[in-house]
T-cell receptor, first 113, second 112 residues
Framework: NAGVTQTPKFRILKIGQSMTLQCTQD?????MYWYRQDPGMGLKLIYY???????DKGEVPNGYNVSRSTTEDFPLRLELAAPSQTSVYFC????????????FGPGTRLLVL | GEDVEQSLFLSVREGDSSVINCTYT??????LYWYKQEPGAGLQLLTY?????DMKQDQRLTVLLNKKDKHLSLRIADTQTGDSAIYFC????????????FGSGTRLQVQP
């Protein structure tokens, strides 16, 4: 069982470039999330989705976009990369049941120069 | 300030007990979690506690919850060098998104 997978593991971008961070889960979870983790900090919520076709902003959405066309996939798009977006990005998913926690992917490390 | 606060660093000797503390501010939080993050890795769920409980034990891990003071602690008995990692406390509020709010993490260093 793969759980939550993320690609790529690491990427270097130049300022102004764009890229898509991929996230896939095979657990049929309704809820999916994108977080970023800056050095020495906890995770901050970027965007989340409660099901296919439904997305909403989290705490730090500026500079990012998401889509949720299927239950399995929740890609995160950076349109104009900025140095402030240098971070580690984690995707997570959880089922609809209230007591369940979130399951995290291994993360994507992004460096914007 | 942070909604969830943790001390930044804790150092213990192998075999001792470790206690990592966390305070949170939202009294509506229903679930509180402890995650472990090893260097270069993702977050691994260690344990969680429901807000109507005051203690939960799972092998070497004991979670204590003081809901009145909004204080959560994680005790690791017989701490091993493999326990060296960053430990995150997180709360989940019962809003539509059910997202987690994380503390900034406590780095646990276990000395042989």
């Amino acid at each position: 069982n793969a759980g939550v997978t993320q690609t790529p593991k690491f990427r270097i971008l130049k300022i102004g470039q764009s890229m898509t961070l991929q996230c896939t889960q095979d657990m049929n979870h309704n809820y999916m999330y994108w977080y970023r983790q800056d050095p020495g900090m906890g995770l901050k919520l970027i965007y989340y989705s409660v099901g296919a076709g439904i997305t909403d902003k989290g705490e730090v959405p500026n500079g990012y976009n998401v889509s949720r066309s299927t239950t399995e996939d929740f890609p995160l798009r950076l349109e104009l990369a900025a140095p402030s977006q240098t971070s580690v990005y984690f995707c997570a998913s959880s089922p609809a049941e209230a007591q369940e926690t979130q399951y995290f992917g291994p993360g994507t490390r992004l460096l914007v120069l | 300030g942070e909604d969830v606060e943790q001390s930044l660093f804790l150092s213990v000797r192998e075999g001792d007990s470790s206690v990592i503390n966390c305070t949170y501010t939202d009294s509506s939080s229903t679930y509180l979690y402890w995650y472990k993050q090893e260097p270069g890795a993702g977050l691994q769920l260690l344990t969680y506690i429901f807000s109507n409980m005051d203690m939960k034990q799972d092998q070497r891990l004991t979670v204590l919850l003081n809901k009145k003071d909004k204080h959560l602690s994680l005790r690791i008995a017989d701490t091993q060098t493999g326990d060296s990692a960053i430990y995150f406390c997180a709360e989940r509020r019962e809003t539509g998104r059910r997202a987690l709010t994380f503390g900034s993490g406590t780095r646990l260093q276990v000395q042989p």
